[in-house]
């Protein structure tokens, strides 16, 4: 189990930029992904972005060009810096950690989220 806490999180108005944090408990090293979802009220949560232990990184199609995922390994904390923001993008934003390798099949660990408000 790996305990996740976000932050960064907060009031911007559309076209400004955040920075989240997730820092975790345990080496990175040893999680196979990390990434980052949000909720909106009343929407499914999705898949913003994420990076594996070796470095490959996927976005969701609204935030190509706009989110950049990274991680320091030194710090056991992965980032998601967010530009350009839209009203749209107002959501909470969970960190989540998933390692392959298990007896029953991948495992999930999550953060308690940050909300990311974007004003028009």
């Known amino acids: 189990q790996v305990q996740l806490v976000e932050s960064g999180g907060g009031l911007v108005q559309a076209g400004g930029s955040l920075r989240l944090s997730c820092a975790a408990s345990k080496s990175i090293f040893s999680i196979n992904v990390m990434g980052w979802y949000r909720q909106a009220p009343g929407k499914q949560r999705e898949l913003v972005a994420a990076?594996?232990?070796?470095?490959?990184?996927n976005y969701a199609d609204f935030g190509k060009g706009r989110f950049t995922i990274s991680r320091d390994n030194a710090k056991n904390t992965v980032y998601l810096q967010m530009n350009s923001l839209k009203p749209e993008d107002t959501a909470v934003y969970y960190c989540?950690?998933?390692?392959?390798?298990?007896?029953?099949?991948?495992?999930?660990?999550w953060g308690q989220g940050t909300q990311v408000t974007v004003s028009s």
């Open positions: 989540n950690a998933r390692i392959l390798q298990t007896l029953t099949g991948p495992y999930d660990s």
């Open positions: 990076v594996t232990s070796g470095g490959s990184r």
